[in-house]
């Protein structure tokens, strides 16, 4: 798909226009990152979340008295692990009290330890905070300019959690003790511990409890798993370059308020930087149009109250639709609306195209009844399957 010599992506570049955007489905990447941190938390924590899942799945007589049985993980499903260990915080008190009264021929080898609770607690608490950013960063309407934000929400949300900040870079400050350091990122464990006891009291009580051996390789787990999804989201980037590195570009201006704080030369050279794909479909005269447009956009800021008053409310959340159906802006501009809607358009991800990563999903466009909308990597999911291709 992606393979900088020979994929399919690079294929297609080969054979279209300038400046074809390459993009790589940001919630796929979170995806990966947090399913790398889930798995490589200490702890021992992944292979007895595992196993207890396993364990509770198979307790009939719990699962009556809970009305209802533990979730399952699945490697294809974006909450997965947030619907299981939202589950175990929510039945813990039950599932303790079985593990505590089953017979020991009924339970496991080794019952889960109580540093495994307040991993269970925390990855709870992140884990919610994810689904919800990943839940926002699908639909089709959303634009990569909002992806982004949203994505950087989050890292700043859990940044906030206990307090990480960037590693000082200099060698002449004596080295702190107490402290978890990652990459360029560190935490200390009094911060730490704060976020731990924010978890609640059960938590709070079994961190208090427990021996200082094993509190500080809970410390340490903690500030690793927040670590390494602060330092894996600090590096997702969807466009990238020709060489499927994060491209340095950023996404180019779609909304009303971004134009409005461009000058007309930088306009210039977005519209030049697509001349060629542009040409393909307009003349010179509506291309000409576009920058003049953005003038005559600038000059109704500057002259017109309300359209500043309507501008200074939108953000990089507001949906472009709304953007450009604001009363002092709709209908005035419409060629350079095309044109920003143009650049808005490429699919952020493929997540509303796929189900779960599955095969491809089909959509009829309500706007054109004889064509289809697919993702690529929906399309050669299905070439896969060799009956497909006699068709």
């Known amino acids: 798909m992606t393979g900088r010599l020979s994929g399919v992506v690079t294929r297609i570049q080969n054979v279209v226009k300038p400046n074809f955007m390459r993009m790589w489905c940001l919630l796929h990447q979170i995806d990966i990152i947090m399913q790398k941190v889930y798995k490589r938390a200490g702890c021992n924590f992944y292979k007895t979340l595992t196993s207890i899942i396993s364990f509770l799945r198979r307790q009939k007589n719990l699962v009556e008295e809970m009305q209802a049985i ?61 689904s919800e950013c990943v839940e926002s960063l699908q639909g089709r309407r959303v634009t990569l300019q909002q992806q982004t934000a949203a994505v950087q929400s989050l890292l700043d949300s859990l940044q906030r959690f206990a307090f990480v900040e960037l590693t000082p870079n200099d060698d002449t400050l004596p080295a702190v003790q107490d402290v978890v350091v990652i990459g360029e990122r560190q935490v200390n464990y009094a911060e730490l511990r704060g976020f731990i006891q924010d978890q609640g009291i059960f938590a709070s009580q079994i961190l208090d409890a427990l021996e200082p051996e094993e509190c500080t390789e809970v410390l340490d787990a903690v500030g690793e798993i927040l670590m390494s999804i602060v330092n894996g989201l600090s590096s997702v980037q969807a466009l990238r370059d020709e060489v499927n590195n ?63 008053t309507a501008l200074a409310r939108h953000s990089e959340q507001t949906d472009f639709s709304d953007a450009w159906k604001t009363p002092s802006i709709k209908d005035r501009f419409l060629e350079l609306m095309e044109f920003c809607g143009g650049l808005a358009s490429p699919f952020p991800n493929t997540a509303t195209i796929e189900s779960d990563f ?17 993702s690529l990597e929906g399309i050669l999911h299905c070439c896969q399957i060799r009956s497909l291709l006699k068709n």
């Open 246 to 308: 994060a491209s340095t570009d950023g996404m180019p201006p779609c909304l009303p308020h971004e134009l409005s704080a461009l000058k007309p030369r930088d306009v210039v050279q977005l519209v030049l930087k697509f001349h060629d794909r542009l040409s393909v479909s307009l003349t010179h005269n509506s291309i000409d149009l576009i920058v003049d447009q953005h003038k005559k956009l600038l000059n109704a800021v500057s002259k017109e109250p309300r359209l500043q």
């Open 70 to 130: 533990c979730p399952n993980l699945s490697a294809t499903q974006w909450a997965s692990m947030s619907r299981v260990v939202r589950f175990l915080v929510e039945k813990r008190s039950k599932i303790v009290t079985y593990f505590a009264e089953t017979k020991p021929f009924d339970r496991f080898d080794q019952l889960p330890t109580p540093t495994f609770w307040i991993l269970i607690s925390v990855i709870s608490e992140i884990s919610t905070h994810v």
């Open 358 to 374: 599955s095969v491809l999903k089909w959509e009829r466009d309500p706007h054109r009844s004889n064509i289809t909308r697919f």
